[in-house]
C-alpha cells in the first residue's frame, strides 16, 4: 500500500522545526523511517503532515557530557556502533546497537527515533531506563530534560508532548558489570524478551508494555507479561528469569 496523502516539510534548523511543530496539528517526525514509513505505507498512521528533520545540520553529533555520552536527534544507530566514544565510555550503547535489526536498516535508523517510538521490545529504551539515562526535548517553549523513568508512559507512547522534538539523548557512563541478552527468533528479530544489566541495576524488555525496571533477585515479581503469536506469557516469563541469571553471572 502507498501512504495516506500528507504535506511535507524540511526544515533545515532545529528552530524551524519547533515552529512547524508547534503550528501544525496532527504532526510527525520523520527520523530514519525505519518504524515510521512502513507504519505510513500500511497506514497505521496517517499524519497530517511529516517534518523530516534530515536536513537540519549540527544534529548528527555524538559527544562526551556530564560523565556521560550525549547523542543528537540524527545520529544513526550505526554511527553509535562504530564510535570509539561510545566504546569507551558506554560499551553497553554500543553493544545494545548491535541487537537492533540489521545494519542497513541501522545506516538510517537513529539513536533517539528509537526511544521517541518507544517500541517495547526495542532495546535502546531499555538501556536508558538502566543506566538511569535522560533526554533533551526542545520545542518552541523551551527546552527541558525528560528522565528515563518519566518519559516511557505506555506502549509506543512517551511523555514528550506534541510540540517537541526529541533533540538529545544522554546516556551515563558505564565501564563493567553491564550485559544486555535477549531471545528472538531470528538474527535481528524484535526480541521476544530481553535484559539489560547496569551494574546492579536491571532493565526488562519486550515483557510489558513498556521497558521496566525489575530486582535482580527477582526479576519477574508483579510483571504482567503478556501473549501473542509469537510467546506465550509464560516462556517471557520463562525467558527473563534465564537472562537475568546469565546477565548477573556474566
Ligand atoms: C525489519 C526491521 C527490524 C527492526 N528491528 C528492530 C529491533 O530489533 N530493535 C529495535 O529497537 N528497533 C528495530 N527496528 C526499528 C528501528 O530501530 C528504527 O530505526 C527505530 O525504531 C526508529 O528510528 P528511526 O530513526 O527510523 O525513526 P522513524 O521511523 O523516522 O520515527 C519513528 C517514530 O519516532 C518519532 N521520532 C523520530 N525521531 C524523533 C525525534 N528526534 N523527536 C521526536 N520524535 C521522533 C517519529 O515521529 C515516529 O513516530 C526494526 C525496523 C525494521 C524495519
Known amino acids: 500500500m502507498k501512504p495516506a496523502p500528507f504535506e511535507y ?3 533545515s534548523t532545529v528552530e524551524e522545526t519547533c515552529a512547524l511543530l508547534g503550528s501544525l ?13 512502513p507504519l505510513l505505507n500500511f ?3 496517517r499524519p497530517k503532515y511529516l517534518i523530516d528533520i ?3 545540520a549540527g544534529v548528527d553529533r555524538i559527544y562526551e557530557r556530564d560523565g556521560g555520552v550525549a547523542v543528537q536527534a540524527l545520529v544513526r544507530q550505526a554511527a553509535v556502533e562504530d564510535s570509539d566514544l561510545v566504546a569507551r565510555v558506554c560499551p553497553l550503547l554500543s553493544d545494545a546497537v548491535r541487537l537492533v535489526a540489521h545494519r542497513v536498516i541501522r545506516n538510517r ?11 517495547p521490545a526495542s532495546e535502546v529504551p531499555a538501556v536508558l531506563l538502566a543506566l538511569g539515562g535522560s533526554v533533551v526535548a526542545v520545542s518552541s517553549r523551551g527546552q ?4 528515563a523513568p518519566d518519559l516511557f ?3 509506543f507512547e512517551t511523555s514528550l508532548a506534541p510540540d517537541e522534538l526529541l533533540a538529545e539523548a544522554w546516556f551515563p557512563a558505564i565501564h563493567d558489570a553491564f550485559a544486555i541478552l535477549e531471545e528472538s527468533r531470528r538474527h535481528g528479530d524484535f526480541a521476544l524478551a530481553g535484559v539489560v544489566r547496569a551494574a546492579e541495576k536491571l532493565a526488562l524488555f519486550g515483557v510489558a508494555p513498556t521497558p521496566v525496571l525489575a530486582d535482580p533477585r527477582d526479576p519477574t515479581r508483579n ?14 516469563i520463562h525467558l527473563v528469569k534465564v537472562l537475568t541469571e546469565r546477565a548477573f553471572a556474566a
Open 25 to 37: 496539528d496532527d504532526a510527525k517526525i520523520l527520523a530514519g523511517g525505519q518504524s515510521l514509513v
Open 54 to 56: 534530515n536536513r537540519i
Open 223 to 236: 510483571l504482567e507479561s503478556s501473549g501473542d503469536i509469537e510467546a506465550t506469557p509464560e516462556f517471557r
Open 144 to 147: 527541558r530534560v525528560i528522565a
Open 43 to 45: 497506514r497505521l498512521a
Open 153 to 155: 508512559t505506555g506502549m
Open 109 to 119: 535508523g537513529t539513536v533517539c527515533g528509537s526511544i521517541a517510538h518507544a517500541d
Open 9 to 11: 516539510h524540511a526544515p
